[in-house]
């Protein structure tokens, strides 16, 4: 078998989907899993959907997730240019149009948009007519067509469809699917601004290139026999196809950019890791032989065989995601969590503590970086709190109790100096032992008046380090007043 060569061809429109992130990352790891190459490829002919900054975007994902091209528009590989547009200035498309219409298999078409029109009908009972053209310029005469060339009418260029027999193609995960030819359109290879068609160029630039796997949605599944008319047409060889599964939302609805996090950079500027969401992305639609479920990119090439690809549906399952990138927090370094969580830290601490022992007490127990926020205000400035969370059954405390045991730690902690969590530890444990009280008794006061929450990240002695001496025991004092205040 030739050298395995695939590609990413993306539309520079925006942000990229995560659709088309994840016909990046399974091309990729085609690729790479034989040792081959992986293109990037600009589609760039439909200009008015051409968004500014969007290459840059491009650009910036597949380098952030690790999808490095081996050949692109700035990464000559002698196949090039790497850009459609720029191809198109070549006239590489137009001459493989004409070589065409020599063969018979394309013709000129200089039909109006107003006859056009006419001919649109509802074609499969679904309500929306599409033009279904009937082939009127085909049996111009070679002198009507240089007449009309000649005279500069527009025109477009078609391609030429028997209306009988049928055509089947080959896809590596949907088997053998065959179309009647009455159903194939004669659709247009060159546009009336001499720009090719999506279609056109793909299978054009796919030959030139040496593409040997395409890699696309299955929402091409249907244009598939046109491509491979072409290539029959031209005498080429057929690349081998695979069409990706749909991705739908969990109402099982095509995944839209309306959802809020259809984009890789939705999910990055939601709180995602990056290594998460193409670990998740990898699993839409694919399946490892093993249970195993968490992959970096190296282990996704030695381990990805698109064999396993579903044809059904993958849905896009935004509490597993959520799940995977805590997971993948957990198992991070401190010191990496720490710099990538201090920005979310900073944004809601601005008082001078230990900001890296926050890190390491919310790493456990968020899902993406926002949650933090949630977890840690109460460091900043101790929220308004009711006094009936003293009472806590499991613990066996209740306001009496604690108001006894907070005064009898305050006069304790106010001769200590040693708040490091080890010190602390000493002083309360011991203080809980001469008492002879439940731990839950001595610590569930502490952590109230501390913190003014129910759930924190850590315990009494944790917070109170971060906090320091002095307010550690302002807060003790508040605590303090509120059950007093509360009549008891």
């Known amino acids: 078998m030739s050298r395995v060569r695939t590609r990413f061809a993306p539309s520079p429109t925006g942000r990229m989907h995560v659709g088309n992130l994840r016909t990046a990352l399974y091309a990729y790891l085609i690729a790479k899993h034989e040792g081959g190459d992986f293109i990037l490829r600009i589609e760039d002919t439909d200009q008015e959907r051409y968004v500014e900054g969007a290459l840059e975007i491009i650009y910036r994902t597949l380098e952030k997730t690790g999808l490095i091209h081996d050949e692109g528009p700035d990464r000559d590989g002698g196949v090039g240019p790497y850009i459609q547009s720029e191809r198109q200035a070549q006239g590489i498309y137009l001459e493989y149009a004409k070589k065409l219409i020599e063969k018979g298999e394309a013709y000129y078409c200089f039909c109006t948009p ?7 009908k509802d074609v499969d009972g679904s309500g929306k007519e599409i033009v279904q053209y009937d082939k009127h310029c085909l049996h111009l005469s070679k002198e009507e067509v240089e007449k009309n060339l000649a005279a500069g009418i527009p025109y477009v260029i078609r391609q030429n469809v028997p209306n009988e027999g049928e055509t089947s193609f080959e896809d590596d995960i949907y088997g053998t699917i065959t179309v009647p030819n009455e159903e194939l359109d004669d659709m247009i290879l060159i546009k ?8 056109f160029a793909n299978v054009v630039d796919d030959h030139l290139m040496g593409i ?14 046109k491509y491979n008319r072409l290539y029959e047409a031209f005498g080429w060889e057929v690349p081998v196809y ?20 259809s984009s890789y950079e939705d999910l ?17 639609g694919w399946s490892p032989a093993g249970n195993e479920e968490f992959f970096t990119l190296d282990e996704l090439v030695k381990v990805f065989d698109y064999h396993h690809m579903s044809k059904s549906p993958a849905v896009f399952d935004y509490k597993k995601l959520k799940w995977m990138n805590g997971e993948y927090f957990k198992r991070m370094d401190d010191e990496k969590f720490y710099e990538l969580a201090k920005p979310y830290i900073d944004e809601v601490v601005t008082k001078d503590v230990d900001k890296k022992r926050i890190a390491q007490l919310v790493k456990t127990r968020i899902e993406v970086f926002p949650d933090i926020a949630g977890h840690i205000d109460f460091f900043e400035e101790l929220p308004e709190y009711d006094t009936a969370m003293y009472t806590h059954k499991k613990m066996k405390t209740n306001p009496e109790i604690s108001l006894k045991v907070l005064k009898e730690e305050q006069e304790l902690l106010k001769d200590w100096d040693d708040f490091s969590e080890e010190g602390l530890n000493t002083v309360i444990m011991k203080y809980i032992a001469d008492a002879g009280i439940k731990n839950g008794q001595g610590l569930w006061p502490l952590r109230t008046a501390v913190s003014g929450k129910q759930m924190t990240p850590g315990g009494a002695f944790e917070i109170m380090y971060i906090l320091g001496k002095e307010e550690s025991l302002r807060r003790i004092a508040i605590g303090i007043e509120k059950l007093e205040n509360a009549g008891l």
């Open 212 to 225: 040997t796997h395409v890699v696309r949605g299955n929402e091409y599944l249907s244009s598939a026999p």
């Open 192 to 199: 009336s601004d001499g720009f090719p068609t999506y279609n």
């Open 114 to 120: 107003e006859r056009l029109a006419g001919l649109k």
């Open 268 to 284: 990055i500027e939601q709180g995602f890791l990056n290594e998460a969401v193409l670990n998740f992305i990898a699993l839409l």
């Open 242 to 261: 695979v069409h990706c599964p749909l991705i739908t939302n969990e109402e099982h609805q095509k995944l839209s950019k309306r959802s809020g996090h």
